[in-house]
């Protein structure tokens, strides 16, 4: 069963809007998470990230949102640009997996000029 | 379903050793594997991709006769790290994708100490 799950495969918004990426999670264990950006035949590349004693941080235009109680977590970027277009994965660890991840799926974004 | 197991989850071995990693697509066929290594809080660094029944495709840095890849199955793809020194100590994580499926899939990764 997934313990990360990224239920949107895809996402389209208009430039300058704001884009609302979600992940959920199900292993009340994990107390960090990451966002990650990955463009084709390329590595993902780390965007931000988020340690349970927060419920929110900031980066640029990058905001992550956390809510433990709902095990769920959001990537708002705004306002969104057409590099933005990408594949966007949330993944979490615990302190007792080490730095092992679990990742999402994956959403795709596709922001229109 | 789309479940990608990695073995071992972490492996500590001597300088100048040889390690293999697995990586197995529990509940499809994973037509590309792609194998990545990572730094603490830092990216996700594409080793090289994989196609079941070819050669792998390395990235530029990666040297070939250090991380062997086999990709022999189409749910199995290995990476042996050989002559292992100390700042080969990473973690190494793979990701599936089948054809049909959407999205990737990550297996849980290996952290690997050589000492």
């Known amino acids: 069963d997934q313990q990360v799950k990224q239920n949107s495969p895809s996402l389209s918004v208009q430039e300058g809007r704001i884009s609302i990426l979600n992940c959920d999670y199900t292993n009340s264990m994990f107390d960090y998470f990451l966002w990650y950006k990955k463009y084709p035949a390329e590595g993902p590349t780390f965007l931000i990230s988020i340690s349970s004693i927060k419920d929110k941080n900031e980066d640029g235009r990058f905001t992550v949102f956390l809510n433990k109680s709902a095990k769920h977590l959001s990537l708002h970027i705004v306002p969104s640009q057409p590099g933005d277009s990408a594949v966007y994965f949330c993944a979490a660890s615990a302190k007792n997996y080490g730095q092992n991840f679990v990742f999402g799926p994956g959403t795709r974004l596709s922001v229109l000029p | 379903g789309a479940v990608v197991s990695q073995h071992p989850s972490w492996v500590i071995c001597k300088s100048g050793t040889s390690v293999k990693i697995e990586c197995r697509s529990l509940?499809?066929?994973?037509?590309?594997m792609f194998w990545y290594r990572q730094f603490p809080k830092q990216s996700l660094m594409l080793m090289a991709t994989s196609n079941e029944g070819s050669k792998a495709t390395y990235e530029q840095g990666v040297e070939k006769d250090k991380f062997l890849i086999n990709h022999a199955s189409l749910t199995l793809s290995t990476l042996t790290v050989t002559s292992a020194h100390p700042e080969d100590s990473s973690f190494y994580i793979c990701?599936?994708?089948?054809?049909?499926?959407?999205?990737?899939?990550f297996g849980s990764g290996t952290r690997l100490t050589v000492v």
């Open positions: 990701s599936a994708r089948a054809q049909d499926l959407y999205g990737y899939t």
């Open positions: 509940d499809f066929q994973a037509t590309t």
